[in-house]
């Protein structure tokens, strides 16, 4: 069964600085791997999806990196901005079509 | 297209009363899917369509759920005699190929109190 940890489970940093979010997941038979987006009380906004064969994608500030060996991806927000305080949620997908979450980082920025 | 509309945005009901959920995927997307979300979880898996034929139900959905996708266009969630344990963010989906990633509404908050 596949599992997916996000660390840290929070995160506060100055506006400003550039910071990783982790993510790791155990089975490494993965179509693709999305990250997503959710404020409070909100419904998710996708940021980035990186396919299998892809090591990483990159949209605005954001980058994305994907080891599938390992297990393991980063979403690397550069010169971060008070906007982007939000809880930031990793999900795999199998041939399931199925999504597998983790359970998120809720990352503060501070003015 | 504006992306994938949920309705309503909110539902209080009293515990034991039926409520149903709709979702309207994006037009061209025939894969619809339903998840939960509880307060600090990561959503989980309720169901998924392709087209009107419903695929694939979790495990976390007893027979008091019911889910529908009519001509594979819009889809309703239906959960009668609701419970306290039913309180959740119920978010639907749509993607239009295998591979190519999810939309997600903005979803439902329902509280039974």
């Known amino acids: 069964k596949q599992e997916v940890t996000q660390i840290p489970a929070a995160l506060s940093v100055p506006e400003g600085e550039n910071l990783v979010l982790n993510c790791s997941f155990t089975?490494?038979?993965?179509?693709?791997l999305q990250w997503f987006r959710q404020d409070p009380g909100k419904g998710l906004t996708s940021l980035l999806l990186i396919q299998s064969s892809q090591r990483e994608q990159t949209s605005g500030r954001l980058n994305a990196s994907l080891d599938k060996s390992s297990g393991r991806s980063t979403l690397y927000i550069a010169a971060s901005q008070p906007g982007d305080s939000a809880t930031y949620l990793c999900a795999v997908m199998a041939g399931n079509e199925k999504l597998t979450f983790g359970t998120g980082t809720r990352l503060t920025i501070i003015p | 297209d504006t992306g994938v509309s949920q309705d309503p945005r909110h539902k209080i009901t009293k515990r034991g009363q039926n409520v149903t959920f709709r979702c309207d995927p994006i037009?061209?997307?025939?894969?619809l899917y339903w998840y939960r979300q509880t307060l600090g979880q990561g959503p989980e898996f309720l169901t998924y369509f392709q087209n009107e034929a419903q695929l694939e139900k979790s495990r976390l959905l007893s027979d008091r759920f019911s889910a529908e996708r009519p001509k594979g266009s819009f889809s309703t969630l239906e959960i009668q005699r609701t419970e306290q344990g039913d309180s959740a963010m119920y978010l639907c989906?749509?993607?239009?190929?295998?591979?190519?990633?999810?939309?997600f509404g903005s979803g439902t908050r329902l509280t039974v109190v």
């Open positions: 089975d490494s038979a993965i179509y693709n």
């Open positions: 989906a749509s993607s239009g190929r295998l591979n190519y990633g999810y939309t």
């Open positions: 037009s061209e997307h025939n894969r």
